[in-house]
């Protein structure tokens, strides 16, 4: 060894002597060392062979840290503290670092500077991978979307690891497992929406998919007819996978497609287990109960089956709105008397575009807590008009003091009353719900929002005492939509109550 390499060699030596170490409980402690480390490993001085030599070791640990975090962004709403919004920013950054080195990795090997050490681009591209789908993860959790260019790195490690020319009908071709199934895994997650999930559900989902995410079927070739359920991506622009059914694909080279519909088949198996009498399946996530899990996997199933798409244009738009958010804060402001005394509940927001069935709102004043995908908001333009019902179904917080909704749009005005469900071993009190008018997009039924969990037989009790007192016993017809905050059901009111 030589001089220099030796010096070079000292100068990591800090670096792997942490590398080394056991993983501390205290995520802090450990993050603000993998940043301080990468910092160091990005100076002048520092030879790129010797910071290459240090990335598997970086690769492990990083994820071991990520590890760490996701509880505490899972436990989090949004927008999250300044303290855990900074810990996400410096995390995300950290794992793109990693994922830029095994880039530079891979330019060496391409170009033959690094003859010494033996380098499988295949094997660099599946770690790099696995980086970024927790990149992905990560990001997701704490409000935002993918980082600038992620989508571009991801499909360029994903080429990089097929090592053979591909057949025109399986653009996975002769890919490497590894690099294929970290692949797979970005394409899934995204697929599902995770920016109208959870914390909690974004993790289990995530576990879930480290071991069902093979079953994404990707090919180069348009799917024929029926491939509605089909996305498409564009490996040269710098963007997330598209619905075929939200946007038709462009006529050039070098499309990639994918189906997760074989991932829908086997969350309707679970669904049936989870509600059945047996034992649920043992190799599931425990993140989420029985109930919680079987909610999830109806959502994402519907994502993977069937895209959403855009019914109406979205007009950009900018007017402030008055906006209450939870359904218990909604029900108790419907029980005020007067429209002015209903405006302690609300806090001001800005509507930056809208449709005939939803609206993309910020913050303007106030400060936003306790918000997560799927809760209730009532927004109104006026004192003089009536609130708007919807539900949030995304949120994006790039910084602890913005904060971005997208809304659905189920009603244009509701009732206040209670509802007792009943069934069950123990007595059931009656919880707040909200009752709407008929919803074109259901039927021909009243609908009742309640809180997550109100459901459990056909018949309930209902009763409304807002200008007189009304009881009657109603009988459930369908569960509509259920969200892990609320869930809405159409009904009648029984002729025969028992």
């Known amino acids: 060894m030589s001089a220099a390499d030796t010096s070079q060699s000292d100068r990591t030596a800090p670096v792997l002597d942490w590398l080394a170490t056991e993983l501390s409980a ?14 160091e490993l990005g100076r002048p001085e520092i030879s790129r062979n010797q910071f290459h030599r240090c990335l598997d070791l970086l690769h492990t640990r990083s994820l071991a840290i990520s590890g760490l975090f996701r ?19 410096r995390l995300v950054s950290a794992l793109g670092k990693i994922a830029a080195g095994y880039e530079e990795v891979l330019a060496e090997v391409r170009h033959r500077l690094v003859r010494t050490v033996r380098r499988n681009p295949e094997a660099i ?16 959790l704490a409000g935002n979307s993918a980082p600038f260019e992620f989508w571009l790195r991801a499909h360029s490690f994903f080429r990089t690891s097929k090592v053979d020319s591909t057949p025109a009908d399986a653009a996975a071709g002769q890919a490497s497992e590894g690099a294929l199934r970290a692949y797979k895994y970005i394409l899934a997650f995204s697929a599902a929406q995770p920016e109208g999930l959870t914390g909690t559900e974004i993790n289990w989902l995530s576990e879930y998919l480290a071991g069902s995410a093979k079953n994404i079927i990707i090919r180069s070739s348009l799917p024929g007819e029926g491939g509605f359920g089909w996305l498409w991506i564009d490996p040269d622009q710098d963007t997330p996978p598209i619905s075929i ?13 994918f189906t997760a519909e074989e991932l829908a088949r086997r969350a309707t198996a679970l669904i049936e287990q989870l509600e059945g009498e047996g034992e649920p399946p043992g190799n599931l996530p425990t993140s989420l109960g029985r109930a919680e899990t079987a909610t999830l996997l109806r959502r994402v199933r519907e994502y993977w089956t069937s895209p959403p798409h855009r019914e109406h244009p979205r007009r950009r738009n900018q007017y402030a709105v008055s ?18 005394a209903q405006t302690r509940f609300a806090t001001q927001w800005m509507v930056v575009n809208e449709s005939p069935t939803g609206y993309a709102i910020m913050q303007v004043t106030g400060t936003a807590n306790a918000l997560t995908p799927g ?67 259901l039927g021909r039924q009243q609908a009742i929002l309640a809180p997550a969990g109100t459901y459990s037989a056909r018949r309930f009790m209902l009763v409304s005492d807002i200008h007189r007192l009304y009881i009657a016993q109603g ?19 029984d002729p025969y109550p028992l």
């Open 26 to 39: 205290d995520a802090d402690l450990e993050l603000a060392a993998l940043v301080r480390h990468l910092d």
């Open 71 to 89: 509880h505490r962004f899972a436990a989090a709403t949004l927008p999250l503290t300044v303290s855990l919004h900074r810990s996400a920013t």
């Open 125 to 140: 591209s599946a770690k790099a991978l696995e980086v970024l789908g927790e990149q992905l993860t990560i990001a997701h």
């Open 245 to 257: 059914s939200r946007r038709d694909p462009p006529e050039v080279d070098g499309l990639i497609y």
């Open 323 to 340: 906006v209450c958010c939870g359904l218990e804060s909604i029900w108790k402001m419907l029980r005020e008397a007067s429209s002015i």
């Open 375 to 441: 809760i209730a908001i009532a927004l109104r333009r006026s004192q003089d008009e009536p609130w708007t019902l919807c539900v949030v179904r995304w949120i994006r917080s790039e910084t602890p003091e913005q904060i971005e909704l997208g809304l659905q749009v189920i009603a244009n005005t509701a009732r206040p009353v209670t509802v007792g469900f009943r069934g069950g071993a123990q007595p059931r009190p009656m919880r707040p719900a909200l009752v709407v008018p008929p919803i074109a997009a």
């Open 475 to 493: 009988r459930l017809l369908s569960l509509d939509m259920q969200t892990p905050a609320v869930e809405l059901f159409q009904y009648e009111i």
